[in-house]
Nanobody
Framework: QVQLVESGGGLVQVGGSLRLSCAFS????????MGWFRQAPGKERELVAA????????YYADPVKGRFTISRDNAKNTVYQQMNSLKPEDTAVYYC???????????????????WGPGTQVTVSS
């Protein structure tokens, strides 16, 4: 069974940076596309960034383009999200997500995911 555990959240001032990490276990990491979602109070959960199983392709939501970077280390079974130039509207619980891929499906980021971590809080204060 896939297990995901996020870390790296916290309180940061406007303009600051944080790096989220998500440790993956239970299956072969490179067979899973990964994504980061966030959910702010009173809002729906939204996809922030995604990366293909092989790591060659990424997707970013418009609000975070140029500020967030998703990456993965298949040797460490970990996916990261570097978040720079943080804004108050980035405040949310951030979730790591995984979904199985195979063959050419591992060459593309995904929008739907089957496995989820418990989340980590990111608060950007002004």
């Amino acid at each position: 069974q896939v297990q995901l555990v996020e870390s790296g959240g916290g309180l940061v001032q406007v303009g600051g940076s944080l790096r989220l990490s998500c440790a993956f276990s239970g299956r072969t990491f490179s067979n899973y596309a990964m994504g980061w979602f966030r959910q702010a109070p009173g809002k729906e959960r939204e996809l922030v960034a995604a990366i293909s199983g092989r790591g060659g392709r990424t997707y970013y939501a418009d609000p975070v383009k140029g500020r967030f970077t998703i990456s993965r280390d298949n040797a460490k079974n970990t996916v990261y999200q570097q978040m720079n130039s943080l804004k108050p509207e980035d405040t949310a619980v951030y979730y790591c997500a995984a979904n199985y891929c195979s063959g050419s499906g591992c060459d593309a980021p995904l929008r739907e995911y089957a496995y989820w971590g418990p989340g980590t809080q990111v608060t950007v204060s002004s």
